[in-house]
């Protein structure tokens, strides 16, 4: 069973960065397309960036462009997602999955991490 593991998250004031890591032990992220999706409690859960393992073409949340960028660092095997000026609702627990191309859908990707936890708060 192939596993992704998501780092980075924690406590961030309003206004502040945060960069979140995924890595897998078992696959190689380049050659996938890679999503982060965040998951609010009572909320579905949402796509926020991916990049596609064609073109390394990205994709945004409308919320979330001009604010947060997703990139690779192939020689660490991982894929990032930089956040910065946060905002409360932002608050979520954020997941990484990777999949053959990328989508807003969730049901098109196979392999996902664990999550890791993201609260802005003063």
């Known amino acids: 069973q192939v596993q992704l593991v998501e780092s980075g998250g924690g406590l961030v004031q309003p206004g502040g960065s945060l960069r979140l890591s995924c890595t897998s032990s078992?696959?190689?992220?380049?050659?996938?397309?890679i999503g982060w999706f965040r998951q609010a409690p009572g909320k579905e859960r949402e796509m926020v960036a991916y990049?596609?393992?064609?073109?390394?073409?990205?994709h945004y949340l409308h919320s979330v462009k001009g604010r947060f960028t997703i990139s690779r660092d192939n020689a660490k095997n991982t894929v990032d997602l930089q956040m910065n000026s946060l905002k409360p609702e932002d608050t979520s627990v954020y997941y990484c999955?990777?999949?053959?191309?990328?989508?807003?859908?969730?049901?098109?990707?196979?392999?996902w991490g664990q999550g890791t936890q993201v609260t802005v708060s003063s």
């Open positions: 999955a990777s999949g053959p191309w990328g989508s807003d859908d969730e049901h098109e990707y196979d392999y």
């Open positions: 990049i596609t393992s064609t073109d390394g073409s990205t």
């Open positions: 078992q696959i190689t992220l380049q050659y996938y397309a």
